[in-house]
């Protein structure tokens, strides 16, 4: 289980590891938005993503001779570096399972960052659980989930940590907190922390649109999946469902989910650019898209986003610039 | 004169106002280096570049009812929207004295800032000095100049104060720091804070190719100047010469300049796209264009580089990311 002590225990664990995030705000922002917002720019994370927290979490609470053994993720994306980099950082190897056809950019980063990647042939049928299993068993690698891990959701929950701090700061302590979520880690984590630390503030689940899975399943009170496995330029946060771990916490704590277009986080990814001279991954983004996009939906005379992670494309970060012209 | 205990006292003033601007680092450019890359990413601070500082130093200094009379500058650029934002929120006015022909998009951000923005014909032969004489002596206008201005100097010295603590919490107190210099305001005071809290640390000026006016007034021992007024994709650090203030400074504390071109800033705007998830300009990017690009011309095992700003036309950034392909 995962509690606001685990989450703090976790805190120690990031310090002088992960970066501490700073809260950004624009006057321009707060413009559109009509209220103020403020933003949490995890893009500047490690590996470009809040992923680096919960992997760091999870690696430095393994017993040192469990770690030593190596850590095995099943991942294309932000999972996939933030476990790389933090468990060349424990100096223990990392094997990070990924279908063959993922990016050559990602494959070629996770690599950099002293992973060895095992390719599975994903349209041949080959199932990346088996691969795994079997990898584990010969090696004795321990499988660090992206989000249905108590010391994963711990480590997310960092972010809502010095949210309720860095808010307090400017005076802030009633706020909806608006968090980009997929299977619903960072989400959860964040609820948990600012229900013991900033209890007047309630985080939200903001989602693309077609793979609004947690919004629905928080409407229905049970877990329902998306239609679609992928499809949406907001990958890094497209899951099939919310997680069972993930969902209860999210239940118990969150406000409804938001959802945006695709067009409303490319809108956002500009703006985040022009204003904030941050770059944003379109699934980064949707919380920021809320934000300003969704005013309506939103309580109160301030708002906080997470901007989630910034890998991007280039040519896909070069066509929401077009959305300032 | 600009000494530590000045931009001691700038820090107080900036505290809580100005952002602490991270210090950050990626594997990735450290590769590229060949030794540690640590970034100082100014364009996270308020209205997108250094200048807040500067501006906030000069206007928290003014006795009150000076101040209340109002600020004029002249800019198209940075120190326009420093001042602007400065004068708003200590609730003074302030005008700034434009080309007419300046980048809609800066004047548009100027007046939304909260200045009262007067354009003059740059092609016509009109004087913006003379226009700002007379606004100066109607209104009792208080002038600030961007760099060679004792309480500029200071506020762009807290940059150095924080470089020399964040490294130090790294274990670092022995590398060049590599400054983007126009007027060279940021890098004489961050030449002035190395010297008292990082004294085996190095200022060194960076600038675009042809014009490298530091770069040259520093090896001839005297004032030199460009030999045209514009033409870099760099335009934010382009300015006639060292200024009167700064130059001394310079030629005591810093190592030789260092020069870059036009595409290599281009190419460093786009690794700090890839691996930094910042944004930057392209004058605001030649300091890490140097520690990436030149560095058989750096010492040590580490080297810092600021980025100065991140107020960059999106079709200029677009350009940049075609780097990556």
Redesign the interface.
Known sequence: MTDIAAIAAAAERLKGHA????L?ES??LNEIAGRRVLLK?E??QHT?SFKFRGAWSALSALDPETRAKGILAYSSGNHAQGIA?AAARHGVPSVIVMPEDAPALKLA?TK??GAEVVTYDRAGGESREAIGETLSAERGLTLVKPYDEPMVIAGQGTVGLEIAEQAAELGITQADVLVCCGGGGLTAGIALALEDRAPDMRARPVEPFGFDDTTRSLAAGEILSNDRPSGSLCDAIVTPQPGNLTFPIQQRLCGPGIVVTDTEALRAM?LA??R????AEPGGAVALAAALFKADQIEGDAVIAVISG?NVD?AI??QA??Y??
Chains 1, 2 share one sequence.
């Open positions: 970066r501490r995030t700073p950004l006057p321009f720019p893009c500047l470009g980099m980063n950099a960052l500009a650019f022009l904030l001279k941050v770059v910034g280039p970060f070069a610039l077009t300032l012209d």
